[in-house]
């Protein structure tokens, strides 16, 4: 079964011969750049080897969360809440966000300690939150089964649709004055003086003075070609969505068993709470050193497997020249084959803890690659070696509900205005300075 069904966007006919900068990537965080860019008077490309939000930017949960955030990234995601607040009136379409709530339930005492520790990193926002006793949660739910200690609840985190929220932003920085080209891959980046001065894509060349390279799960191997090493891996993560459900709860809730979320159209998304797929692959051992810490952390949510995507991708080139066809026209859109198993485990899960869902009618089931760095910890900056090129990827996963504020920061950076956070958790260089490159586990 092909992935969701994506609001369809239309690309331009006509290749633009120059702008200001091009952007690499149409999913939400290539979207939401485009858009403060076009927004702020430069003119853009949106460039997008298949259609928008055809990849993880469709395919994941749908949750728009502050809470049990890696602390690094809690000021740029409460920035991006301020911009969910008012993006359905900004964009003029409907993205579907509603602020409803999300939940972390502890299933002992120190998932509960933990939890309330976690709350510290909200201090200065004002951002209520708060730790619910396991008395609290059953009034709250009162036909869960769940046996718990308790649960973190923030009533300002919500949830928005993944199949309309990158088309929606994609649409608006149309709207603003810049060119969404869809199956228009970038091959490469063209350089003047030691500086970008354009890209060459599918269809042509687009003279530009800045590149933002936004491919999520492909930018290592677009990186690469520039002689830049990008330490990143995929992880698949299995949904499955029902049909509309009357009685399940309106909070997003996530236990070590299930994660689930309220649809726009009544229906729910599901899928495991804890565990995640990881195909073995060459590029799993050109950076396994990199990312052995995080593997110490988190080796028991990871299924390990050897397959046909070892195979696939070692056929891929690292290198190719730019007057032929790159390996992102051959592959449009990455649909991996979702794991029946572990949806089934998590629905299985969810009936024992709301027995509602003992009537949910499975509609689809899909799965993504989420693009992860070794500290699961985006990459939003300029490229020192390369002047006018810059990246913003690895969301490891948590890149949706961040989208926008990214967007908002990539764009500070392209511009070289004061950034809207400080940026440096966020920089490139991170992975070749000497730093420590640090997992905190549990995020």
């Known amino acids: 079964m092909p992935g969701p069904y994506v609001v369809p966007v239309h690309g331009d006919a006509d290749l633009p011969k120059d702008v200001d900068v091009v952007v690499i990537g149409g999913g939400i965080i290539g979207a939401s750049t485009a858009l403060e ?16 939000g055809q990849e993880q930017s469709s395919r994941n949960w749908g949750w728009v969360r502050i809470t049990r955030r890696d602390p ?29 709530g999300i939940m972390f339930t502890c299933a002992s005492d120190k998932e509960y300690a933990d939890h309330e520790r976690w709350m510290k990193n909200l201090e200065g926002y004002q951002i209520e939150t708060k730790m619910l006793s396991g008395t609290e ?12 200690k308790g649960a973190l609840f923030t009533p300002l985190d919500g949830r928005a649709e993944p199949q309309r929220a ?9 709207d603003k004055g810049a060119y969404i080209l869809t199956e228009c891959a970038v091959r490469g980046i063209e350089t003047a003086g030691g500086k970008v001065s354009g890209v060459v894509t599918e269809r042509g060349p687009i003279a530009c003075q800045a590149v933002v390279l936004a ?9 690469g070609t520039l002689g830049l090493r990008l330490p990143q891996l ?7 969505r029902t049909k509309p459900l009357e009685g399940g709860p309106e909070q997003a809730i996530w236990s070590n068993g299930f994660a689930l979320r309220k649809r726009q159209d009544g229906g729910y998304t599901i899928a495991s709470g804890h565990e995640n797929i990881v195909d073995i692959v060459p590029k799993s051992f050109r950076y396994a050193r990199d990312f052995l810490p995080a593997l110490s952390k988190e080796w028991r949510s990871l299924i390990f497997r050897v397959g046909g995507r070892f195979y696939d991708e070692a056929r891929i080139p690292d290198r190719w020249a730019l007057d032929e066809p790159s390996p992102f026209e051959y592959n449009r859109v990455l649909d991996p084959k979702p794991s029946k198993k572990l949806s089934d485990v998590a629905l299985a899960n969810l009936k024992k803890a709301f027995p509602v869902f ?24 300029a490229i020192d070696s390369i002047p006018g090129f810059h990246i913003a990827t690895g969301f490891s996963g948590h890149g949706f509900g961040i989208g926008p504020g990214a967007g908002r920061l990539m764009a500070d950076i392209v511009m070289n205005r004061t950034p809207v956070v400080d940026i440096k958790d966020f920089r490139f260089s991170r992975f070749s300075d000497g730093s420590k490159i640090e997992l ?4």
């Not at 860019?37 to 928008?52: D, H, P, S, T």
């Not at 949660?137 to 718990?148: N, V, Y």
């Not at 990158?166 to 149309?174: K, L, T």
């Open 137 to 148: 949660f059953k009034s709250m739910f009162p036909d869960s089964r769940l046996d718990i």
């Open 215 to 223: 491919g999520g799960a492909w930018s290592s191997l677009f990186s």
């Open 37 to 52: 860019l076009a927004e702020r008077g430069l003119r853009v490309a949106l460039c997008e080897k298949g259609g928008i």
């Open 358 to 381: 003992e009537k949910a009618e499975i509609a689809q089931r899909w799965a993504g690659y989420i693009d992860v760095t070794p500290d699961a910890v985006p990459v939003i900056s």
């Open 166 to 174: 990158a088309p929606a932003i994609a649409e608006a920085a149309r």
């Open 234 to 240: 995929k992880v698949m993560n299995s949904v499955l």
């Open 72 to 100: 690094r990234e809690v000021p740029l995601m409460a920035e991006a809440l301020r911009i969910w607040n008012t993006l359905d009136q900004r964009t003029g379409r409907n993205t579907g966000y509603t602020r409803a």
């Open 440 to 443: 905190i586990s549990g995020f």
